[in-house]
């Protein structure tokens, strides 16, 4: 795999480990009873959604609280076992990779095409913040299609090691 590859590789990887992240601390308090959070979560939260008046966080509407069952059912487990995948070479990274850029393709354009539509005056603002999800999707997507040798990806995880070793 050439730079392009592990420029890929490195842009997907801080996607899943986002996306790992992100959906388990706060976009799960939308379906989930506040008391199973810490505190420090809540307050985050509530900083996020009233500073950028995340309306779909905020009013919750039947679409969106769909998209965030799908993305802690699918999305998140498949981001942590894409993040195992890729530092680990495992054969079956590139089927994963495709399915959950598939799957962060199409929940990321529902919201950005609702708040296109949108007269909420942050809606624009959301789009922005949202958007570049759609494109790591398309990425992931593309990632799953192509094909490569098993030992390619290893090239990550040794470099993350030897680094790790290095702070140590």
């Not at 070479?89 to 850029?101: E, M, Q, R, V």
């Not at 296109?116 to 398309?138: C, E, Q, R, T, V």
């Not at 997507?141 to 990806?153: C, K, T, V, Y």
Request: glycine share 8%; with cysteine; charged share 15%.
């Amino acid at each position: 795999m050439g730079v392009l590859g592990k420029v890929v590789d490195g842009i997907l990887l801080l996607t899943f480990v986002s996306m790992s992240v992100v959906p388990a601390c706060l976009d799960s308090q939308v379906l989930l009873p506040k008391a199973l959070f810490p505190d420090v979560l809540g307050r985050v939260y509530t900083w996020y959604t009233t500073t950028y008046q995340d309306y779909l966080l905020l009013d919750e509407p039947h679409f969106f609280m769909a998209l965030m069952k799908l993305e802690l059912v699918l999305v998140l487990p498949l981001a942590i076992l894409n993040t195992y995948g890729l530092l680990t070479s495992k054969p079956w990274f590139n089927t994963t990779c495709l399915i959950f850029g598939s799957a962060l393709v199409t929940s990321t354009t529902a919201m950005v095409g609702d708040m296109l539509g949108s007269d909420k005056p942050s809606a624009g603002k959301l789009a922005s913040m949202y958007s570049p999800f759609i494109g790591f999707g398309f990425l992931a997507i593309l990632r799953g299609l192509l094909s490569e040798s098993p030992n390619a990806s290893k090239t990550i995880a040794n470099g993350l090691t030897s680094a790790l070793k290095k702070k140590a």
